[in-house]
């Protein structure tokens, strides 16, 4: 029995061998709109498939006191492809993750330890506020602009997940004041007065 | 020969009686995240298939001189499920669209009177700014920050097509300023002054 | 200014009025292929975008000594459409979440308190196994047997998070011994012995 | 030991009593982009995943000495939202499924009886043609022309299968002249002569 | 404070470094079923996303007395992966597009000069005809064969705006005439007579 | 005319160069997660389209007296990108498939010989079971498990589609017990006694 057995094993075995179950990233092929390419198979480890990366928390001594870990395709391969991925939110006290978007996915936040802030707007301009505590989920829906606070006088901890593997991240104020864009151009598309633009620009590093 | 046919001929059709070509929006039906209800098909006619609502100019006697007219499936119900939609932009000398983002779909510019100076940011926060004249086509990747400005001194005229029957809209001003989300808040996740918030706050009709 | 601004405002809002950002469930609505059908927007608050049902450990008195707490579409009706849900694991000392697959999702899990023991095995037969601590991740691709176990003497406590909004769960043990399908039939399905098929039937509350 | 997991047993099934791993065809209930509404899960049985209405021959007694039995989701309702349906081909000696194509599909067709010359063309015009003997198999990919014609003296059979579970079908012939579509517009748009379009649009039953 | 922000700036920009916003076409590597690889960051520019070669008329000196001028992704990187396409149509008097399909995509169609009858078909043969005018819009379901004939006495110029970045384009005669398909084969498959397949296939190049 | 046609054929025609209406796989390019690279068009011939591999009989001289032949993109690669695949069940007299799933994707059975008993479960873990006669159809949602069992005293043979171009394919007896997995781990995770993992491993070559 077990020699025929063994047969069936093998040759089931063998035309499984070029099953595509994942496409752990390899980031040094060529991408395609759909992501990275795979990793061949006889290279991949359990390791592509665990991220230890987000263990430690933020560097948060920066202006917002804040900070932002990503588990993008691009930080842990193994993600590549299944339309999911994660980041870190540390969170000090006054600690905030300015308004931003994620261009092409939807995004869950977990708190696990402390309470956020937390809100995104909608389209019709409805913001959807609201305090989370430790253990609460919040879902943001794609594309839309929201932003975290920290909500309490001590470290607060999120972890967020995305229905991308390469969900992107827009900070709005980065992405008005911390480019070449001119002056005179960010006045005349958000409205903000031309002291105030210089002022960001300044603080951001953006010219022009 | 005739009557063998037509035999055929009445087989295929109501085979094909319960086909889906479309799904042209019955905008009283129950909504799906996939989109509208489907109208009965024996409802559905040409003018399902057809929008005259973008013919005539927008009314470009405001604010920011312009004016933006949606050809969404809300609007045109024959778009429904087909992944696209339109909209119109009339810019008047001055006019601005200002930053905006589509939180789930990409948008391609066509103009067709005049010249628009258009650009996108990316989450890197590189600029992509460029002068587009009658004729010229721009593209801009989903969810990113993006904005058009009238280049000339008088009317210009573009149509704009999105990869989704609803592709959203959200003004950056709009959801920033335009609601009740406090002041302090808003001066916490954009770094912008209090006062600066608060005269737009009162210019766009916002409370808090 | 304010006048015409206004005018613009309530331009775009009512524009906006029909934009569908997000598809908060309605469980009492007609379901289709892609999901629940959606609330209608005057109706949706904060509280639909929120979960709390997570934020309690579960019961682990049990013969797994362990829980799965969902929160897909149908108990976090703002999951649904955006490809995106979550559960929590609570795995008492010796608990185990079985050998089980997601029909439709892959997933991603972050361990928040103590230590797990996982693994999915490939369409090769392959498996990959890792002791998983505090603050890490492990991904799981879509449709693959995985297993949980705790790996330490206290309780751990597990977050995962899916690519879709309805990930579905079969539990290997569940679906082999839980239900009606004859012994007889298990059997010549699974090559397990008749005496093992009975026994977990019985366990399990299986008949035939 | 029993009575622990029988808690359990009861708490999963019923977290599961809302999970989505089918949509069966309600066919009374709205449509939606997605495909049709889903039928109760309390009334789904069986025989909502099986379909026995391709096992007998369909009528060649026609023009084209052929017939295409379909089973889509309107005739199948177990397959809606699956991404598959399926259809027969009955092809009498000299039986012809004229060229056709499907909207929104691929298919993959297997002969079962008999042998079928079987051909698509390409966007570039590129004819693929084989004849397909029992157990073959041919891949004709989505929306392109392409044609099946029984390649021997006596019945042959094959079964197609498609990639959505509401392919379409749009018979060229029928599209072109089964309608009121005027004579003159069919010469303008087709190049076929006067003669010809009136002699088609006579045995297809079309006017104008 | 410059400083601090300074390192959160440069810290939320590295990782940024690895986002995939867009994937501009790098036509000479590797494709694969999600379109043409991505071109490298560092060597996009605006260019890239920006398209001119629509803004001159084509040229319309030919037997149907009208010209297709494509921005798929081939001509226009930019829009690989991001699911829209476009093309511009001259019609002089008398012009046609004749009947043709776009295997994987919906189109939507801008009259800017002149006027245009189109029509297409549905999979139940019905024909949904109509004289857009400048201004108006017309969308043809994916897949399903169309029309478009130049209604006014001097030049008639549409946009059309396709649902993918590579909508391909089957024009019905080209298939059936403009290749090496067998007269005898386009007969059975077809229903033309004979002496009307040799006289197309003269004219548009096509032997056998 | 034929020349001022000439033009127009050659020009749409290098339009259409660029044009992917398939994407044959590439066995030996990089792949990514929407499957393989594409072969160049000009070495693709209808051969790439057609499929012989499954019209002999696969060999059942082994202990599950069944065999499995995949029709997957890599075997047949004409499939990839398309959204299916196939394969070829034969089942001698006491022939067994074993309790699998597809990661990936839904699957139809065909029975073109003899009968099949085949069930599916649901994540409720309701049996699905029925026996399926020639020319009938049966459809496995995707991920659920699944077998077949021959219902008569002679050789049955099925062909069976799937939604996909690499459905993947997990027999949960090799999954669990043909790999180095620790009967420990097994035995805590499958509830089924140390004797009886024992006794599988040895008979299909697991260790451990």
Do not use: W
């Not at 987000?54 to 391969?77: D, E, R, W, Y």
């Not at 995004?107 to 330890?113: F, P, S």
């Not at 989370?132 to 999120?158: R, T």
């Amino acid at each position: 029995m077990f020699k025929l057995l063994f047969v069936f094993a093998v040759l089931i075995l063998s035309s499984n061998a070029s099953v595509q179950d994942f496409c752990v990233a390899d980031l040094k092929g060529p991408e395609s709109p759909a992501g990275y390419s795979c990793k061949s198979v006889t290279k991949v480890t359990v390791n592509d498939f665990v991220f230890s990366g987000l263990s430690a928390a933020g560097n948060t001594s920066n202006i917002i006191k804040a900070s932002v870990s990503p588990a993008f395709a691009a930080q842990f391969p193994g993600l590549n492809g299944l339309g999911l991925s994660a980041a870190r939110l540390d969170l000090a006290p006054g600690g905030v993750v300015p308004f931003h978007t994620h261009p092409s996915a939807s995004e869950v936040l977990l708190v696990v330890q402390g309470s956020i802030t937390a809100a995104f707007v909608s389209s019709a301009n409805t913001v959807y506020l609201k305090t989370i505590k430790k253990g609460e989920l919040m879902v943001f829906p794609q594309g839309l602009l929201h932003f975290q606070v920290n909500a309490v006088g001590f470290n607060s901890v999120a972890y967020v997940f995305f229905s991308s593997s390469n969900p992107g991240l827009q900070i709005t104020d980065f992405a008005l004041f911390a480019n070449d864009l001119s002056t005179k151009l960010v006045e005349a598309t958000t409205f903000l007065d031309e002291a105030q633009i210089k002022k960001l620009k300044g603080v951001l590093g953006g010219t022009g």
